[in-house]
């Protein structure tokens, strides 16, 4: 006899890994009830997040921004995709906040479902923005995009405004990094300085500051 797995309840998703077979967890990211969730799927078990606060919402924008700037101004080939799902059937699936393909790696053709792992590589970089998950982001999710293949993943923290970021290696493991290797000259503590001026400043302002200081490296 199958035992029964209980339906998630909003008030306690945050941190929850729960364990369930593929099939039902594709049934319940397919509810109506978590249309606007945020799914994953690893080791047999899914994580669900509902919805994100002002904060979240406000350095996602700012990482996209900063990151368009770097890149056009350095003539380097990216496409961002936000909230996109990845899947490998029946092992795994994530939807991270950002994620980039460079030059001319990009998942075409593109569908309204989401991107099959077993067809199409993965992105170049993940990026999540962590503000509850923060335990999370940087556990079992690292775990997950070192299986998935990606080759960077950053995890940037709301509340101490710092990006912690990873290197990942062809075993499966990953190494710290302090400049990106994926977007070759991207230093991230200049990231992270854009988004303490953030806090004070708009988008505009802080874009303007965060140009002026790649022009002049």
């Known amino acids: 006899m199958s035992t029964a797995i209980a339906t998630p309840i909003l ?3 945050q941190e929850v890994w729960t364990p369930a077979p593929w099939d039902k967890f594709i049934e319940i990211s397919a509810s109506p009830d978590y249309e606007k969730a945020k799914f994953y799927y690893y080791e047999g078990s899914y994580y ?3 919805g994100v606060g002002a904060v979240h919402g406000l350095d996602n924008s700012v990482i996209i921004i900063l990151l368009y ?3 056009a101004t350095r003539n ?3 496409n961002t995709f936000t909230n996109t799902s990845y899947r490998k059937q029946g092992i795994r699936e994530c939807q991270p906040d950002i994620s980039y393909y460079l030059g001319d790696k990009l ?3 593109l569908s309204s479902s989401v991107i099959d792992l077993d067809r199409l590589p993965p992105p170049d970089l993940v990026i999540e923005i962590a503000d509850t ?3 999370s982001d940087l556990g079992i999710k690292r775990l997950l995009y070192e299986e998935m293949g990606v080759s960077e993943y950053w995890v ?3 509340q101490s405004l710092k990006i912690t970021a990873f290197r990942i290696l062809n075993n499966n493991g990953s190494d710290r990094l302090n400049e990106s290797q994926v977007i070759t000259g991207l230093q991230l503590n200049l990231l992270e300085e854009a988004l303490e001026r953030s806090r004070e400043s708009d988008n505009s302002q802080v874009g303007a500051w965060f140009m002026s200081q790649v022009q002049s490296l």
Request: charged fraction near 15%; glycine fraction near 0%.
């Open 156 to 158: 940037v923290d709301v």
């Open 11 to 13: 008030d306690i998703l």
């Open 133 to 135: 998950s923060i335990s």
């Open 107 to 109: 998942p075409f053709p």
């Open 69 to 71: 700037i770097f890149c």
């Open 48 to 50: 669900l997040e509902m």
């Open 76 to 78: 380097i080939s990216i």
